[in-house]
């Protein structure tokens, strides 16, 4: 028993900075309407500038050169754009630079990322309906942690502390008489939580600019009643969170790597839904229930009747889930208020007609290229299919059923899992592998088949939510399952195999119709592609024309129609809950088709193949593309870091280089956002530009093409 | 003759208010039932209440002899109870002939499959009654056009039409006059009758005294969630409780007898109700 209470107390001080950090959350969310999932990364930013001042004295400020330093660029010098500021030379102090200006400077940089929130980001998309809200902040999500990756190479870091919040000061003994131990930083963080919280409250209750935001925040008339405009309200609450988040992230340095930083929004989401993103004192609360029922979670979990194919430390990222969505089931309402119209115009749609024409050009084009191309550029390709089999994914989730899944990528990852489960026959895979897989020694395609309908259940679970909850809450629970399926499901030993939680050896010997298909030959340790990527070629087209096809026939018509207006689906006679699952199960299904196709790729799969950053790249991309065509997913799929376009220009892949593209795939998320409304490169298609110049590439060898819809029709409705 | 819908004491509560109190009313088969009263009268929520968009605290609802107080929205809507909605409603991503399809279609559990290999189902039947709701409402030239490029009285029409193509049995319309030109209204009063020959009852709410007296069999009179008269439209047109609480002024009068004129003009039999 003590025990178990020493374990909830244990967990105060990560539920103390989820209150920080849902803090900072409600603010943001009160002054522009905005739920910021990039609000972790906003906090690890801050800490990562705080700890390379601490450690080297150099600033680094939240961008980097894009211009690359090489070739003729390097000769016109134009590569210097500046990034880094030694401010501290440290002939000056002995040890480390002096904490108060380190502080004030890092707190600076992180009131200029909430300016660039606020102007360059959710100011430009006040309008726009929620997805391209979601994924602006998605984009500040990739687009911080992108650049934490390049500024400051993504490692690990850990920092002393200072002040109270170190981790070497004497822990507290024998706590209300408990016995055991419990670090002293968990009770100085919760006095800082409790600090800020109190601060934020009294700020919001007796200032001007506080009475000014609350009315705004019902009624965007009230604060121009009291002189303010809607949008300076916005932007100084920004600045607000984003510097709360800075505090939270540097007093917290001292307690992991920042690296975690970003997933810790999911706590943060957690509490602020506590505090129904409104109440400060409720979301503080929220934030140490969080935590003590994590701490608590896994205590109990530690023991005999827990079952043992869920990983024990996944309850950890399991509690911040279990309250957003108890906090949303119980708070969300069946349907939207009648007459409630969305804000903004959701990306078009078009139906394409010349699926068969454009399936034949892309897989011919590809084919061509498998064929060109030596073994490098053939992993490139590869890539670059992968993705877009991956994206068709969320074509059919996120384009036309307007469901924004964020965990459809840890399904793809679960999936490849249970493949490699369901086939695992207890030998030996390769001679240098370090696990043996022990299965049910299924046949490949049996195996492939399975694991498929296992990702969908997974999938549809997922899903379940999504018949109550809608929009950006649908969002936030998606992601924060990414972490728990991990955590939970994928890193668990006695479900996935020993090698699970680390690096997993998939088949060595896939074979369909007695043809070995994977894509790394046992024989030679080489990579033997052609066979691999004309049978990926043959999947992926066959999985675009049957989501191209979707959208032309009724089933897209009815998810579309959802996307639009639930009350008024509903008032067609579709069956809202149904189309949902059967979107859930639909994207999950090829989500696991893209998950398993990687994993017969690559020698083994390891849990970080699946991370969350991974997939919400591959979201930015298909979204740059285009969400709502086929088209666009292939396009997302050249554009992805690793594939066809990076390559080409020269980039190759590191994991800074990674960071660079992910970076710059989250700004061009942004922008696309703001300027196409997420149609992406798909624009080119749409009317707006079609009778330009543009409308010869309307002839482009790609699943789409919505010009000479009448005539089409007519002939395809005759033959069928 | 049998009545496709009946209700009895149905009551809506808003928070203590009764936005519906102790409706009783009945649409016969194959006739056009009007419901009328002045803005806040809880016409619309009478609608909303038979088809499931908000709760009932009391009475019932029967539609062609079940009672479906218990079924989801969609359900009732595959039963042939559709309505239209006073705020448009449309669904804006697809085209004005989309928005028809897929309220015509339904769909089998394997539908998905089929519409993968690009096999759609395609049913005479449907595809007729959408031929027909397109042209009915005069919109076979913006087919293929996207709802948002149409002005608001023709988007009103589409929004008529999608509830046409679902082959009804009743048809709720919901102001469906409001906010249309000239043009537009005598499109849809010149066709209103014409949906009962397509094996439908129509349930009408309008404003336009003058349409709703000229081509309903029999009106209900709503006022404060309350019935407060009901009758053929002579009778409405004479009764003087309803002139007193909703026609009593001289506007109302002059639209009472703009619906005596218009009542030439439009064939169908004004016999109100037989039973
Ligand atoms: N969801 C709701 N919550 C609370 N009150 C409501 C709700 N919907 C309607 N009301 C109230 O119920 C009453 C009836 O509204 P209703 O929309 O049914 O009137 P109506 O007769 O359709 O009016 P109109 O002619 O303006 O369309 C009004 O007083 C309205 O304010
Ligand atoms: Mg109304």
Redesign the pocket.
């Known amino acids: 028993m003590n025990q178990f209470l020493i374990a909830l107390i244990g967990g105060v001080g990560t539920g103390a900075l989820y209150a920080m950090l849902g803090t900072g959350l409600v603010v943001a969310f009160r002054g522009s309407g905005v739920i910021n999932l990039g609000h972790g990364a906003v906090a690890g930013y801050a800490a990562y500038v705080f700890n390379e001042l601490r450690t080297s004295g150099d600033l680094y400020l939240p961008w980097f050169d894009i211009i690359p330093e090489w070739g003729f660029l390097r000769t016109l010098r134009i590569n210097n754009i500046p990034t880094r500021i030694h401010v501290f030379d440290f002939e000056m102090y002995i040890g480390k630079p002096p904490l108060i200006p380190t502080l004030l400077l890092s707190l600076a940089v992180s009131v200029l990322l909430g300016l660039m929130m606020h102007f360059l980001v959710f100011r430009p998309l006040r309008n726009a309906p929620i997805l391209g809200k979601v994924i602006g902040s998605v984009g500040v999500l990739l687009y911080l942690d992108s650049v934490i990756a390049v500024n400051f190479g993504g490692q690990n870091r850990s920092s002393s502390g200072f002040w109270i919040f170190k981790p070497d000061m004497e822990p507290v003994k024998n706590f209300l008489g408990l016995g055991g131990t419990i670090p002293r930083a968990n009770f100085s963080m919760l006095y800082a939580a409790l600090v800020m919280g109190l601060f934020v409250f009294c700020l919001y209750r007796y200032t001007r600019f506080g009475i000014a935001t609350r009315a705004a925040d019902e009624n965007e008339k009230g604060a121009a009643l009291l002189g303010y405009s809607p949008q300076l309200i916005a932007g100084i609450n920004w600045v607000l969170s984003s510097v709360l988040a800075g505090l939270a992230g540097i007093v917290f340095l001292h307690k992991t790597q920042p690296s975690l930083y970003a997933t810790l929004v999911v706590g943060a989401l957690g509490a602020a839904l506590f505090g129904k993103l409104t109440s400060i004192p409720m979301t503080v609360l929220g934030g140490v229930i969080i935590g003590m029922m994590s701490g608590g979670g896994v205590q109990l979990a530690n023991n005999s009747w827990w079952p043992d194919w869920l990983e024990i430390e996944g309850v950890r990222t399991f509690m911040p889930l279990l309250v957003i969505i108890l906090v949303l089931y119980f708070q969300g309402d069946k349907l939207p208020?009648?007459g409630s119209i969305s804000v903004g115009r959701q990306p078009h749609a078009p139906a394409s007609n010349n699926v068969t024409i454009g399936a034949i050009f892309a897989v011919g084009f590809a084919l061509i290229l498998s064929n060109v191309f030596v073994s490098k550029w053939e992993a490139v390709l590869t890539t670059s299919i992968l993705a877009t089999l991956f994206m068709f994914s969320l074509t059919v989730i996120v384009g036309y059923l307007g469901q924004i899944s964020l965990a459809q990528f840890s399904i793809a990852g679960f999936a490849a899992f249970m493949m490699i489960r369901f086939v695992g026959d207890g030998t030996l895979q390769r001679p240098d592998d370090y696990y043996v897989i022990t299965g049910v020694n299924m046949p490949t395609i049996l195996g492939f088949v399975c694991a498929i309908a296992a990702g969908t259940l997974l999938g549809l679970l997922i899903g379940l939510p999504a018949l109550r909850i809608r929009g950006v809450q649908l969002a936030v629970v998606t992601m924060s399952s990414v972490l728990a399926i991990e955590e939970l499901l994928t890193k668990s030993r006695s479900l996935m195999g020993e090698g699970a939680a680390s690096i997993q050896p998939t088949p060595s010997n896939p074979s369909w119709f007695g043809q070995y298909i994977g894509g790394f030959n046992k024989e030679t340790f080489r990579t033997d592609y052609w066979k691999y990527s004309l049978f990926l070629i043959i999947i992926t087209a066959l999985v675009g024309v049957a989501v191209v096809n979707l959208r032309r026939g009724n089933t897209g018509r009815r998810f579309l129609a959802i996307r639009a207006n639930e009350r008024a689906a509903a008032a067609a006679g579709i069956n809202v809950k149904n189309a949902k699952m059967l979107g859930f199960g639909i994207s999950s299904a090829i989500a696991s088709i893209a998950g398993i196709m990687l994993a017969y790729k690559i020698p083994a799969v390891q849990a970080e193949n699946f991370a969350i950053f991974s997939g919400l790249g591959l979201l930015a991309f298909v979204y740059l593309g285009g969400i709502t065509t086929g088209y666009g997913a292939v396009v997302g799929g050249l554009l992805v870091a690793g594939g066809m376009m990076p390559e080409f220009l020269g980039v190759h892949f590191g994991d800074v280089e990674r960071g660079m593209i992910n970076a710059v795939g989250a700004v061009g998320l942004i922008l696309n956002a703001i300027v196409t409304g997420g149609e992406g490169v798909a624009l080119l298609q749409s009317d707006a530009l079609g009778k330009g110049p543009l409308a010869l590439l309307r002839r482009n060898p790609d699943d789409d093409d919505n010009s000479e819809t009448d005539e089409d029709n007519a002939t395809e409705g005759a033959s069928v | 003759m049998s009545n496709i819908l009946e209700t009895s004491g149905l009551t809506v509560t808003?928070?203590g208010?009764n936005?519906c109190d102790k409706v009783d009313l009945a649409v016969p088969e194959g006739k056009f039932v009007g419901l009328i009263?002045?803005?806040?009268?809880?016409?619309?929520?009478?609608i909303?209440a038979i088809t499931g968009y908000?709760p009932t605290s009391a009475g019932n609802a029967v539609f062609s002899g079940e009672d479906i107080g218990e079924l989801k929205p969609h359900e009732r809507a595959q039963r042939g109870l559709v309505r239209t909605f006073?705020s448009l409603e449309l669904f804006e991503d697809l085209s004005v002939k989309d928005n028809l399809l897929v309220a015509g279609y339904d769909t089998r559990w394997y539908s998905f499959l089929l519409d993968m290999i690009y096999m759609p189902r395609k049913d005479k039947d449907v595809e007729e009654q959408i031929e027909w709701a397109l042209e009915i409402m005069g919109l076979n030239d913006v087919a293929d056009a996207m709802p948002s490029d149409l002005s608001h009285g023709r988007r009103k029409l589409v929004g008529v039409a999608r509830a046409l193509a679902a082959s009804p049995k009743l048809i709720l319309l919901?102001?469906p006059a409001a906010g249309l030109d000239t043009a537009e209204s005598q499109i849809l009063g010149g066709h209103l009758r014409e949906f009962l020959d397509h094996d439908m009852s129509v349930f009408l709410?309008d404003?336009d005294m003058g349409l709703v007296l000229s081509v309903c069999d029999y009106i209900y009179v709503?006022d404060f969630?309350k019935i407060i008269a009901e009758g053929t439209p002579q009778e409405i047109r004479e009764s003087d409780t309803v002139k007193k609480a909703y026609l009593g002024e001289e506007a109302g009068e002059i639209q009472a007898q703009a619906g005596e004129r218009m009542t030439y003009n439009i064939q169908g039999d004004q016999g109100g109700q037989d039973d």
Not at chain 2, 38 to 46: L, Q, R, V
């Open positions: 208020i009648r | 808003f928070g208010l936005a009263g002045p803005n806040g009268a809880g016409k619309t929520t009478f909303d908000v006073q919901d102001e709410i404003h709503l969630g």
